[in-house]
């Protein structure tokens, strides 16, 4: 967890491989030898669909190797990020003994780690607070110490488990943390508005919009929950009068975006976006059934800017900015059908319905694959498979 918040992919590699080695050896007489349910483990594995269908991730890029041929290194690099797809779910699955409250300490540690890395994020954009406020201006992060998009789904998250914890009345160890996780609670929502990420802001939203909702489902207590909604639609305007970086954030994308009406978009932060959905687009068009291969998508894409945009900078080139363009793209609607199947499995697995967290995580994880490549890289991935994994090893629990 701490390699998540703190953007260390040599740490999350690591802890990868060390969950993975853990599942099949212990350690014993002073050796290393296998697991004594091992083979128990693995079987009992297979009988559960909502775990093993994870691996079909790997295997969406694994299986266009025959075909894809201009750039060995980049399948191999796409392979490497992809192998915890491969490993984890076992390694979660075959860990015993866990209890909810085991899980709910987890969630907590989560939390806490959070907002330690927020601290750290709000110091180095203190230390360069005028230039770094320029930068969100011309659509820039305040800081490149963590992916700031990323990041911002992270604190979502967090935020998300706060509200768990806090209805289930969890502390570890004194009922002084119940105000404390208010407070917590509030920094991480006033961090998310500075940080100034469109995803974070937008799922967060809609998530308060979703509890919001259902209190007044629930309670029928009308005029609390208007107050409520009426108070979340002032929260925006209120960050964009006090805090600096949310009104650059909104006065650039009301800039980029009547510069996008004008028919700008190089250069140009939505504009890029946009630019790589059509080139993302045109390539699955022109190779619908099986795509180009996941390892030649980056040189597909390359060359077609430099076939139809040779003057733009090459630092201006970017992957499709959508999850599903991505791989229907490289592994064709083949590797959409089995990416829907793998991701959306645990959605009618007949415990979820019970448990909202993990309904609600994986749907802000899906509005996120409209705008981003969110498992495209090692942070995006640990995200991903950390929480589902340790939601399925919650639902085992009911």
């Known amino acids: 967890m701490l ?30 030898i296998f697991r004594k349910k091992l083979k128990q483990n693995w079987s009992d594995f297979w009988c559960y669909p909502s775990y093993w269908m994870l691996m079909a991730f790997f295997f969406i890029v694994a299986m266009t190797l025959p075909y894809s041929t201009e750039s060995g290194a980049y399948m191999h690099n796409r392979l490497m990020i992809k192998l915890p797809f491969l490993m984890l779910p076992f390694a979660l699955f075959s860990v015993p003994n866990w209890t909810k409250k085991d899980l709910h300490r987890l969630f907590y540690v989560f939390v806490l780690l959070l907002v330690f890395g927020s601290i750290k994020v709000l110091w180095a954009y203190w230390l360069n607070f005028e230039q770094a406020t320029e930068e969100v201006g011309k659509g820039d992060a305040i800081t490149h110490a963590v992916n700031h998009i990323r990041y911002s789904l992270m604190v979502v998250v967090g935020i998300m488990l706060l509200i768990e914890l806090w209805r289930k009345q969890f502390v570890l160890k004194h009922q002084w943390e119940r105000p404390l996780q208010i407070g917590i609670g509030l920094f991480l929502v006033v961090f998310l508005h500075i940080l100034a990420a469109r995803s974070g802001l937008v799922l967060f939203y809609a998530l308060v919009f979703y509890y919001i909702m259902e209190y007044i489902y629930r309670s029928r207590r009308y005029f609390l929950g208007i107050g409520m909604l009426v108070f979340l ?13 949310f009104q650059k954030k909104v006065n650039y994308v ?21 630019l790589s959905w059509q080139i993302g ?45 991505t791989v229907w793209a490289g592994s064709g609607l083949l590797g959409v059908v089995l990416f829907l199947a793998a991701f959306g499995y645990s959605f009618w697995y007949k415990k979820s319905r019970r448990f909202k967290l993990l309904t609600l995580f994986k749907t802000m994880l899906f509005l996120s694959f409209m705008v981003e490549n969110t498992i495209e890289n090692a942070v995006g991935i640990a995200l991903f498979l950390l929480f589902e994994l340790l939601f399925l090893k919650y639902l085992e629990l009911d």
Do not use: C
């Open 281 to 325: 687009w045109q390539i699955a068009k022109e190779n619908p059934v099986l795509g180009v291969g996941a390892g030649d998508l980056k040189h597909e894409v390359w060359n077609h800017y430099e076939t139809h945009y040779p003057s733009m900078d090459r630092q201006l080139y970017k992957m499709p900015h959508n999850q599903l363009l």
């Open 233 to 245: 639609l002032t929260l925006p305007l209120m960050a964009y009068k006090f805090v600096p970086s």
């Open 254 to 274: 009301v800039w980029d975006f009547k510069k996008f009406q004008e028919g700008e978009i190089i250069g140009y932060s939505d504009g890029q976006r946009w």
């Open 3 to 32: 390699g998540l918040v703190l953007d260390a992919q040599m740490m999350l590699s690591i802890a990868m491989i060390a969950l993975s080695v853990l599942a099949v050896f212990q350690w014993e007489s002073n050796r290393p």
